[in-house]
């Protein structure tokens, strides 16, 4: 990706171990292209499935 132009990749001022990570202004235009199917993607394949108890019971879960 960083190859490719879409992110900038710098060592973090914080923590060397690690690397900040950052779109490019065509990173941010792709993501935004690929953004309507993955999200229709992800409704398709990992919300519709559910039960609305099932939405309940995630809900739940992901509070705790």
């Known amino acids: ?16 171990r690690r690397f900040d990570v950052s779109l490019t202004p065509r990173g941010r235009r792709r993501f ?7 999200a229709d993607g992800i409704g ?3 919300v519709q499935p559910l039960t609305p108890r099932d939405i309940s019971d995630l809900a739940r879960i992901l509070t705790a």
């Open 32 to 38: 935004e292209q690929a953004r309507p199917g993955h």
């Open 1 to 16: 990706m960083e190859r490719d132009g879409l992110i900038t990749r710098t060592v973090s001022a914080t923590d060397r």
């Open 44 to 46: 398709r394949y990992f």
